[in-house]
T-cell receptor, first 111, second 116 residues
Framework: RKEVEQDPGPFNVPEGATVAFNCTYS??????FFWYRQDCRKEPKLLMS???SGNEDGRFTAQLNRASQYISLLIRDSKLSDSATYLC????????????FGTGTKLQVIP | ETGVTQTPRHLVMGMTNKKSLKCEQH?????MYWYKQSAKKPLELMFV???????ENNSVPSRFSPECPNSSHLFLHLHTLQPEDSALYLC???????????????FGPGTRLLVL
């Protein structure tokens, strides 16, 4: 089983739609979770951290389910500018940092 | 954004060449990272430095040699690379390691490397 697994997509959705991505992780000792966004031929940029209680930032909502070892990202009212690859990132601490990226889920928002 | 800069942005080198990639962060962070991004593969963490000390080396071949002279600068020295090493090499920095917001990583634009 991969350490961090994502559906690669692509997810093709119309403008205004709601879309959700899931990411599963295998290491139960994982401590921190993030969603990054990567545009084509650009570097990844932090979209949001994911907290146990869930968190929302505008149209974006992230959830963490430690029992089932997955995190999710919900995008409401999709915009054309949301088209990108969304990367799930899981880290474990313990004196050093092991950082694992998922392969990413590609989202294409269609006019 | 110019928080994390990388030079050169593009590099073509032969298998016998020696070159270096440079990363500089202007964010006052203490941890820096090298990643490799190949097509259709997840980002692969190569090296982690925290307060100039290497804390992670993910079984990277010795033809890649990192150097961290201070918390703001990170180098990746390359020699006798193989064509399969062609990829985007990304540098990142974070305030620290060990949990929470400190771990948020900020990436540079990357160096696109082609080994012939």
């Amino acid at each position: 089983r991969k350490e961090v697994e994502q559906d690669p997509g692509p997810f093709n959705v119309p403008e205004g739609a709601t879309v959700a991505f899931n990411c599963t992780y295998s290491n139960s000792a994982s401590q921190s979770f993030f969603w990054y966004r990567q545009d084509c031929r650009k570097e990844p940029k932090l979209l949001m951290s994911v907290y146990s209680s869930g968190n929302e930032d505008g149209r974006f909502t992230a959830q963490l389910n430690r029992a089932s070892q997955y995190i999710s990202l919900l995008i409401r009212d999709s915009k054309l500018s949301d088209s990108a690859t969304y990367l799930c990132v899981v880290t474990s601490g313990g004196g050093y940092q092991k950082v694992t990226f998922g392969t990413g889920t590609k989202l294409q928002v269609i006019p | 954004e110019t928080g994390v800069t990388q030079t050169p942005r593009h590099l073509v080198m032969g298998m016998t060449n020696k070159k270096s990639l440079k990363c500089e962060q202007h964010l006052g962070h203490n941890a820096m990272y090298w990643y490799k991004q190949s097509a259709k593969k997840p980002l692969e963490l190569m090296f982690v430095y925290n307060f100039k000390e290497q804390t992670e080396n993910n079984s990277v071949p010795s033809r890649f040699s990192p150097e961290c002279p201070n918390s703001s600068h990170l180098f990746l020295h390359l020699h006798t690379l193989q064509p399969e090493d062609s990829a985007l090499y990304l540098c990142a920095s974070s305030q620290g390691i060990g949990g929470g917001k400190k771990e948020t990583q900020y990436f540079g634009p990357g160096t696109r490397l082609l080994v012939l």
